[in-house]
């Protein structure tokens, strides 16, 4: 075991809370030098796991006094490289990880009171026995904490109909860098007064550090409809993603996967789809059973009517769970044909989706890269998947290139440079394409108005004038 | 307090909105937005000059994107020049704000409904402005136009600094584009109407209707008095009594069903109910946004368990009084008409149950006391003049 850090901060953060509650060997610290994104990767000088406000207060009071970077960090679960240090000295990891207890629950008025490390799961395992649950469901949510929900504003499968995080909360505790604590709504949620539950949530930790959360609770959907449609021709599928929302009905997921996807999971799990198949939806209504049926008929006849080579829909739960394993399965069978790869995240107006897909192919085509799309049809949140090897450096960099690429092609039509993964370090880049220097000025005004010293998480989300970072150097890039 | 005009000045385009603010600003002056003049009350500087800014001829619709279902306004726009153009496309905003001293709510603004976070009876089935702001324009302190947000209906980039303007009251800034999210016109809307014996009663079959196989778009408690005085030619309800309005948007098929379902629980504990049909159930919604003007008019946010309690509490006070809350949400909104505002004030403070907050909307102007956290923090840097006011707090 290679000898702790020594800087004195960790004698004082020990002190708060307790020796096994600060992480300082170099060894140990391996593990959160990055988070999903593995591209960029540098040690903390220290992780700190409070578990209750008062520690997170006095926490962010000591590294105030030693001028150190405060990353607030969940579950390291992030997309964007949200919790890695930026520059020479390393930051001071803020981990909410031990903040697990939920406090509070009111069935009848719909709403939960948990610490922000409680695992997105596990608030909708607490009420199973109700008939409620937590909407949020990003694909980590085993792991995923509520507070880095809140923090990325994360969504899901069923953000079209259900919303994203921010839909969800009613109230925030949060910390900010004086140690100041803060109750922003609570469980009637926003009332008169600039919303900053609404403002916070999606911040990244740039803003302040969430230690509770009051969750709405909503109606868990009791009996699903769910419809497979494949289709040779990928505008023919958008086109019927635009006519099923224009018909009124709003589908609890609306996902689509092209060609070369619709191949990789069927080389994988030899799950019957068509070769010749370039498109594929799978389309899901629940709720309660009334008008199910209703929809799933409405549904059928538009995929028909857009020239569907097939369609299937079922009402029965077994074959529900057969329909969604290919797409659910889908990230996983990429692995068997390609060492590494990056799920990219942008959000376009649903009309754009056919050039936009087309366009992600020829700029892969560009880099020489091998490129595959499973994504959320429906609210526009394309996921194209680029392949690459991660021992070749050179190969990387046109992953990253074309990544960028496509990013500023979304923006250009219209669209976001993140849907639901946030734009942590990863994406800085290309905030300057979708905000000019006066919205930028303003989101920095905000952050000077409630970050002392610019010590949370800075470098994260917005772009600095004179400020690169090289993901493949974060801790050695940065003018001081 | 002084005010710079009598008239306020009347701008057309985020640009005049822009210059007027700098104008105003420059010569010392706060600014007060005015659309539709539906704001809750901003405290404002006394010593200071006020002047006036008029959003109404700001009222063109940007862009109608309506396969992607958003569209983009001027923040001047009036909800009704919304609707009517949105109609054509049969989609719609699916939100119904409440009058503001007896005005027509649909010659509100969208800018004034933003600020003020105004929504009505479907709040319930389609959420709050964070499901239907997807980006704004609007002019800060210094008379620059800003943007944030964006056009898709999902959006993680940056700080979503649209939402925080929304509740504000103008108080950081003056929206001046709007996009929005628009939703296909339901298909058809039935209600049915439950005269419950007291809140008791009526809390008790609010909670049953939630935990139904049914999916309400509203849930509204009326007090009895006020039910009433309603001009659709229902039958009236005893003082003390708390009447039930249950809405579903859906096909007129799933609409019955779901209306026989809640009919049916309420049957079991003897309650008398009546159903409408669509033309009849969206004058009843209508109906309940459209607030008389008063002397004092309240809006609490509190639990949907308190909400028909509060509703029988506030209409006792007044038994004149409009009370009627979105017992789904817990969402109280109360009129009074011949009331001294200042005496009422502090009696409907004393009976807010836990949670609950209360905000005037007309007749007193609350004012700022003590530290208010993060605005204070916020309007130091992004508005240190003092350009715009505060909300009521």
Redesign the interface.
Known sequence: MSPPRTHPVIAELEAIVGGGGVIAQADELVVYECDGFTIPRNKPLAVVFPTTTEQVSAVMKALGRHKLQIIPRGSGTGLTGGIVSIGETPGVQVSTARMTKIHQV?L???WALVDAGVANLALSAAVASS?LHFAPDPSSQRAATIGGNVA??A?GLH??KY??T??HILGLEVVLTDGSV?Q?G???????????V??I???EGT?ALVTRVWCKLV?RA?AFRTALAFFSNTRQACQTV?DI????I?PAALEMMDGSMIKIVEDAFHLGFPATAQALLLIEVD?????LD?DLATIEAICKKNGADSVEASRDPKRRAELWSGRKRAFGAIGRISPSYCTQDA?????KLPDVIEHIAKICAKYNLRITNAF?AG???VHPVLMYDETKVEEVRRAMDASGEILRHCIAV??????????GIE?LPY?RD???P???A??H??????VDDDMLNPFK??PRDGVEIDLLAPGRKVPQ | MSVVSALPKRVDSPEGLAEAVRDAAGSGAQVRISGSASM?LTAFNEQRPVQAISTLRMNKLIEH?V????VIVHAGMTLEALQKHLAWH?QWLPIDPPAVNGRNPMQRTLGGIMA??SLGPLRMAF?????LLLGAKWV?ATG?????G????????????P???????G??GAYCELTLRT?????DEQCVIFFCRDAAHAEELT?AI??S???PAYIEAIGGATFSRNPLQLPTAGAGTVVLAVGFL??P??CA??IETVRALAAAAGTESISQTAAQAGRLRLWLTSEPASRLAV?M?????DAAGCVAKFEALAPEAFVVAEAG??VVRASFKDVDPLALWPKLLEMLPA???L?PIQGVTVAPVGAM???D??K???DPAGVFGL???
């Open positions: 009111d009848r008025n719909r008939p990325t504003n969504g953000t079209l919303g994203v921010v839909n803060h922003l609570g469980p009637a949620g926003h009332g008169i007064g600039p919303d900053f609404g403002l949530t999606g911040t803003l109606p009791t635009a929302i224009a018909s009124g709003v709720g309660q059973e009334l008008g209703e959000c376009i107006p649903r009309s959320h609210d526009g949140n219209g669209g976001a440079v993140t849907g639901e993964h946030g734009v994406k905030m979708m905000f000019s006066t919205d930028l303003w989101m005004k905000i952050r000077a108005a409630l989300v917005l | 809750p994107a396969p992607d279902m958003t049969n003020s976070n959420g709050d402005w964070r499901m800060d620059t136009i800003v943007k944030g964006g056009r898709t209906v999902k959006n993680a980039a940056g700080y979503h600094t939402r925080l303007l929304v509740g504000s009251c108080s950081l939703y296909a016109r339901p298909v909670a939630l935990t196989p049914t999916n859906d096909r098929s799933t069903a779901q809006r946010h509190g639990l949907s368990s949400t817990g949670h609950a907050t905000v956290g993060l605005l923090r916020l130091k840097t992004l909300p009521p707090r």
